[in-house]
T-cell receptor, first 114, second 112 residues
Framework: AQSVTQLGSHVSVSEGALVLLRCNYS??????LFWYVQYPNQGLQLLLK??????LVKGINGFEAEFKKSETSFHLTKPSAHMSDAAEYFC????????????FGQGTTLQVKP | KAGVTQTPRYLIKTRGQQVTLSCSPI?????VSWYQQTPGQGLQFLFE???????NKGNFPGRFSGRQFSNSRSEMNVSTLELGDSALYLC???????????FGSGTRLTVV
């Protein structure tokens, strides 16, 4: 069965500092992986996705993630945090083939301090 | 182009009642999935419809049901509401053969 683990339910960084949000997955088949962001009282916005092409994926708002099969990881990074990055971030996995079902991690709340 | 539209945005219902939520996908998207989001359980998959057929189902009781119409719009219904059904219900749509899911803003259901 597939699962996603996000290490750290809360991450706090200073404005301008590196953002690193961790995601590990388990999957018996090559997975498709996603990072979503959720602002208060809103839905989920897709940041980036890995679908078995390049292992380094660039997304919106300066975020990127690297798929590491040997470590079963898909960590999200951003070189310099902005105040507007404060939100909740979710990592998700789905088996290839577009089943329409995403399995989400528990989420990581990112706090950005001035 | 228009995004995924969910109506209503907010809903308050009494325990025991039933509720119907609506989701209009992006034009051309034939897959619609539903998720329940709660502070305790996080985001959980309810079900997915493709071309009016339920293709996947999560681990929820039979009180939760859905359907999809020929224009790909989808509804989900919850009968005999319980306090624990209070949640943000999100729907997502996608094109066939791709792996990008676009979410709506959700319907916040409160059961009192």
């Amino acid at each position: 069965a597939q699962s996603v683990t996000q290490l750290g339910s809360h991450v706090s960084v200073s404005e301008g500092a590196l953002v690193l949000l961790r995601c590990n997955y388990s999957s018996s088949v090559p997975p498709y992986l996603f990072w979503y962001v959720q602002y208060p009282n809103q839905g989920l916005q897709l940041l980036l996705k890995y679908t078995s092409a390049a292992t380094l994926v660039k997304g919106i708002n300066g975020f990127e993630a690297e798929f590491k099969k040997s470590e079963t990881s898909f960590h999200l990074t951003k070189p310099s945090a902005h105040m507007s990055d404060a939100a909740e971030y979710f990592c998700a996995v789905t088996p290839s083939g577009n089943t329409g079902k995403l399995i989400f991690g528990q989420g990581t709340t990112l706090q950005v301090k001035p | 182009k228009a995004g995924v539209t969910q109506t209503p945005r907010y809903l308050i219902k009494t325990r025991g009642q039933q509720v119907t939520l609506s989701c209009s996908p992006i034009s051309g998207h034939r897959s619609v999935s539903w998720y329940q989001q709660t502070p305790g359980q996080g985001l959980q998959f309810l079900f997915e419809y493709f071309s009016e057929t339920q293709r996947n189902k999560g681990n929820f009781p039979g009180r939760f049901s859905g359907r999809q119409f020929s224009n790909s719009r989808s509804e989900m219904n919850v009968s005999t509401l319980e306090l624990g059904d209070s949640a943000l219900y999100l729907c997502a749509s996608s094109l066939p053969g791709t792996d990008g899911y676009t979410f709506g803003s959700g319907t916040r259901l409160t059961v009192v």
